[in-house]
């Protein structure tokens, strides 16, 4: 585990990142990300949250080889929707114009008993349904 730890830091800093700042986008305090950059054991999911934070692959984060052709992950759009079902209308919208949509939350306070929902939303071309063609006939 040494070397994912490892990893991990070398990540976050590169990042230019705290390990608070880490542990907010992860949803993690920052003595938990201390732990994981000092071996402690780490899940799949949490590997994986922590890559899309610092903007590389878990499989980068674990073996820490840089791939030749990293490709730059869209980090996407994030929409501030406050009702839950306008942010289920909006995503079922954009999921049949061709975005890939995911959802998030996060603090909005320090004691986090306020926080924000919202989706992030990502072009998508291979699932663009471009058979109708533009909405206005041309």
Known sequence: MGKVSENIRQAREAAGLSRKELG????????????YENGETITVDVL???????????????????QEK???KDPGMKLLIFQQQDRL??????????????????????????????????RDSQNADTSRGP????
């Not at 907010?24 to 732990?35: D, P, Q, Y």
């Not at 949250?49 to 080889?65: E, F, H, P, S, Y």
Request: avoid cysteine; charge should be positive.
């Open 24 to 35: 907010g986008k992860i949803g993690r305090s920052e003595s938990t990300v201390r732990g």
């Open 48 to 66: 994986e949250k922590i890559a899309g934070a610092v903007g590389i692959t878990a499989d980068r984060l674990l073996t820490g080889a840089k």
């Open 70 to 72: 990293e490709k730059k």
């Open 89 to 122: 209308d909006v995503a079922s919208i954009l999921l049949k114009n061709g975005y890939t949509v995911s959802r998030g939350k996060e603090k909005r306070t320090e004691t986090g008993k306020i926080l924000d929902y919202f989706l992030i939303v990502r």
């Open 135 to 138: 909405a206005d006939g041309r």
